[in-house]
């Protein structure tokens, strides 16, 4: 039996690398080496590894990989799909969270590497979306909207519609990791077992599934792969060399993505910080920590949310608080308009009265979705006849 792996230290700005060794034999155990990588040393070109995207599963680690000559336990799912991923004649380099991050570190290495997974994601050549087995016909969806993507016009039968919503219903698309990972991607590749497509002909085929099959488009991430990407145009980079996506606000990644999936409840709010607009430094106590209790970090989050006047009771393991503080009404919504954008998106033209003036606002909100996705709690909505209320000494933050 090998003996267990163990990480050595990674020098500053550097990442890990797994070398996914080849093999004929599909039953082979699975070979790999570990590598250190000057990522910061890169600057902003794109570098010749692919990045994993895809959902850890049970965290039960029943299975083994052989990283130089050492054993390490991996989880069923990235098992599979490093058994899929192997190519049968040449060396694959691919970052993979679980592997490439020393999980278990005392000297904050998961923290330092979280904190710059963005920048992980962006730099590969290629992202690779695993959602799993070809299972209920999981890779005749990923053909079927392919070619949906390709052809525009195409004719959804009721074979077909459940297949891909099938497909939608699998895990990948309730982790909050994914966000990120996709947004961030230059190139992205989505693998059903053998089968593989690329990425822009799945987000259009996507679009065109929704409009025919009565789809609402409201929260989930499914839309999120097909919109994050074209963001890259706003990508920024900070005084630290750190990668900003900045998409939108911080409240807003919160209000609209709180209901996704994370194997640690800390992760709810360390998972979008990489896309937002604002920079976080040590300063807002928000930065990747897995030492600070949920209950002080879901503090911290409102604080910075709402502005330090207001007091707040949270509890451990929970994702209720209590917050108090002085306000007053400022105004009532008196008409919202929805309107749709490329058939995915959609912009809210709320109207509000104040008690001297009407004026109007637009509030933005890109939302994610479909029928199959329905245990996504939905980002909250302005409906007519809502108060608009200002609590005092709050922060004045973009939500738009």
Known sequence: MNDVYRYSPLPPGNIRLLRLLPSTDETAPIQCGLIHYPLQESGTRSCLYEALSYAWGSPEKLHTITVDGCALPVTTNLHMALRHLRDKHFERLIWVDAVCIDQDSKLGEKEQQLHGMANVYFKAVRVIV???????EGDRALSVLSHAGEVGDFTWSPENERAVTALLKRPW???????????AARNILIVVGRAERDGIAFTLGLKAFRKPVG???SSGNSRRLSTEPMFLRRCLWNTAGQLRLGISPLGSRV????AHDATERRDKIFALL???TEYFGEDTGLVPNYTIPWETLFTRLITYLLGEQVSTQTWPESVVAVIAGKGHVIGRVSKVEVVAVDGLDF???VYFETWSTKIRAEHRSKHET?????RRRQARDLASGTERNSLEGSKVREHV
């Open 130 to 136: 695993w959602l799993g087995e070809a299972v209920e």
């Open 173 to 183: 698309f309730r982790r909050i990791w994914v966000l990120q990972e996709v947004a």
């Open 215 to 217: 789809i609402p488009s």
């Open 255 to 258: 209000d609209m993505y709180n």
């Open 274 to 276: 990489g896309m937002c």
């Open 347 to 349: 912009q809210q033209k």
């Open 370 to 374: 479909s029928e199959c996705l329905a």
